[in-house]
T-cell receptor
Framework: SAVISQKPSRDICQRGTSLTIQCQVDSQVTMMFWYRQQPGQSLTLIATANQGSEATYESGFVIDKFPISRPNLTFSTLTVSNMSPEDSSIYLC??????????FGPGTRLTVT | QKEVEQNSGPLSVPEGAIASLNCTYSDRGSQSFFWYRQYSGKSPELIMFIYSNGDKEDGRFTAQLNKASQYVSLLIRDSQPSDSATYLCAVRTGAGSYQLTFGKGTKLSVIP
């Protein structure tokens, strides 16, 4: 399985600011995804990060709030913009291995005060 | 609206017993089904996937799928305290889609 790293692992941010989360994979992967896990909740897909084109966002998530970059097949960033306390969550990137395997990075724990 | 339902638990079983975790899904077009284990403060870890009706065994874990009933389950035999975690059921719909829809998870506690 691919080895996935995320930076930062955690951060405490003030409302109104932005945070960029990095996801690095040790091998080239076609599909990369960003998920959010709010406290005590399950995972919700934010968007699919497409290499060389705009990300595809799920209902309820917009590019202005969660801009995503995917400059190559091993790296992606997610920015959480103009943060509010409701954005306090764990943000996870994931990649597909074989068609039946999807692996998650260690996550970024964000607290907005 | 694609939905994946799980009993939130907590489910408590004694050490050595069989733990049975259940999941139902609403989209009949769902193609493949996944079980993830998530320890507190950690990211989800893939345990098993299944895409054909019937049973699939891997060590102490057995996944069971019944597409007619839109039901998937995970059995953990000889449960250990280290199995205590939240188990997430995830469903992927459509052969061309890699997106997963997750249930809210079942918290399992294995009592020594």
């Amino acid at each position: 399985s691919a080895v996935i790293s995320q930076k930062p692992s955690r951060d405490i941010c003030q409302r109104g600011t932005s945070l960029t989360i990095q996801c690095q994979v040790d091998s080239q992967v076609t599909m990369m995804f960003w998920y959010r896990q709010q406290p005590g909740q399950s995972l919700t897909l934010i968007a699919t990060a497409n290499q060389g084109s705009e990300a595809t966002y799920e209902s309820g998530f917009v590019i202005d709030k969660f801009p995503i970059s995917r400059p190559n097949l091993t790296f992606s960033t997610l920015t959480v913009s103009n943060m509010s306390p409701e954005d306090s969550s764990i943000y996870l990137c994931s990649v597909t291995g074989s068609p039946y395997e999807q692996y998650f990075g260690p996550g970024t724990r964000l607290t907005v005060t | 609206q694609k939905e994946v339902e799980q009993n939130s638990g907590p489910l408590s079983v004694p050490e050595g017993a069989i733990a049975s975790l259940n999941c139902t899904y609403s989209d009949r077009g769902s193609q493949s089904f996944f079980w993830y284990r998530q320890y507190s403060g950690k990211s989800p870890e893939l345990i098993m996937f299944i895409y054909s009706n019937g049973d699939k065994e891997d060590g102490r874990f057995t996944a069971q799928l019944n597409k007619a009933s839109q039901y998937v389950s995970l059995l953990i035999r000889d449960s250990q305290p280290s199995d205590s975690a939240t188990y997430l059921c995830a469903v992927r719909t459509g052969a061309g889609s890699y997106q997963l829809t997750f249930g809210k998870g079942t918290k399992l506690s294995v009592i020594p």
